[in-house]
C-alpha cells in the first residue's frame, strides 16, 4: 500500500546549521506531497507543498522539490532558528483527500 | 478569516463511555476530514464528510462514526471507548474543487484521555 517514510530523529542543529530532514515515498500514480509542521502541543500547520513532477514548494525559508525518479520530497533550510524546534511531517494525498503521514521527525535547534 | 475550530481542547473519559468531537472548517471550505494521532506517531485517517455523507473512511472500528452538518460543520462520535483510544484527534477542512482535495488545513486538535 502507499507509504511515507520519513528519517528517525531527534535531529540536532546548532543555530544557523542547515537543515535536511529526507522523505521517501510509496505510491502509484501521482500523488500531491506536502510538509506539515507541528509545534508542541498544537495542531499541524501546512508548511509547504508540490503537486507534480519536479515542482518547488517552499515557505518560510524551508524548500522541497518533488522528485519523481528518487520518490523523494526532502525538506531542506538553509540557516535554522531556534524557532524551527518542532516536529516535521511529510505526507502524501492521491487526490481522494486521505493523507497519508510518515511518522514525524523531530528537529531541535540549539542556540 | 477564522481557520479551523475544535472543541473541547481537553476531554478526560472512562472505559465504556461515549464522546463527541466538534469541528468548524475554515471558511468558504465544504469537506471535513477527520484524524487519530497517538502519542509520537503520525495522524491516521479516520474518515471524511462532503455533503454531509462519508466519503472515505480509514482502517476505523464501527465505533468511530461522524456527522456533517448543512453550515459544513462536523461531529466526531467514539463510541464503547478504549484506553487505546486515548490520542489527539485532528480535525481538517478543505474544498472540493473538481473532486480534489488535496490542500487539507488542521485545527489545534482535541486532546482525549481515557482512564
Known amino acids: 500500500g502507499d507509504s511515507v517514510t520519513q528519517m528517525e530523529g531527534p535531529v540536532t542543529l546548532s543555530e544557523e546549521a542547515f537543515l535536511t530532514i529526507n522523505c521517501t515515498y510509496t505510491a502509484t500514480g501521482y500523488p500531491s506531497l506536502f510538509w506539515y509542521v507541528q509545534y508542541p502541543g498544537e495542531g499541524l500547520q501546512l508548511l509547504l507543498k508540490a503537486t507534480k513532477a519536479d515542482d518547488k514548494g517552499s515557505n518560510k525559508g524551508f524548500e522541497a522539490t518533488y522528485r519523481k525518479e528518487t520518490t523523494s520530497f526532502h525538506l531542506e533550510k538553509g540557516s535554522v532558528q531556534v524557532s524551527d524546534s518542532a516536529v516535521y511531517f511529510c505526507?502524501?494525498?492521491?487526490?481522494?483527500?486521505?493523507?497519508?503521514f510518515g511518522q514525524g521527525t523531530t528537529l531541535q535547534v540549539k542556540p | 478569516d477564522a481557520g479551523v475550530t475544535q472543541s473541547p481542547t481537553h476531554l478526560i473519559k472512562t472505559r465504556g463511555q461515549q464522546v463527541t468531537l466538534r469541528c468548524s472548517p475554515k471558511s468558504g471550505h465544504d469537506t471535513v476530514s477527520w484524524y487519530q494521532q497517538a502519542l509520537g506517531q503520525g495522524p491516521q485517517f479516520i474518515f471524511q464528510y462532503y455533503e454531509e455523507e462519508e466519503r472515505q473512511r480509514g482502517n476505523f472500528p464501527d465505533r468511530f462514526s461522524g456527522h456533517q452538518f448543512p453550515n459544513y460543520s462536523s461531529e466526531l462520535n467514539v463510541n464503547a471507548l478504549l484506553l487505546g483510544d486515548s490520542a489527539l484527534y485532528l480535525c481538517?477542512?478543505?474544498?472540493?474543487?473538481?473532486?480534489?482535495?488535496?490542500?487539507?488545513?488542521f485545527g489545534p486538535g482535541t486532546r482525549l484521555t481515557v482512564l
Open positions: 481538517a477542512s478543505s474544498l472540493r474543487t473538481g473532486g480534489n482535495t488535496d490542500t487539507q488545513y
Open positions: 505526507a502524501l494525498n492521491k487526490h481522494t483527500g486521505k493523507l497519508i
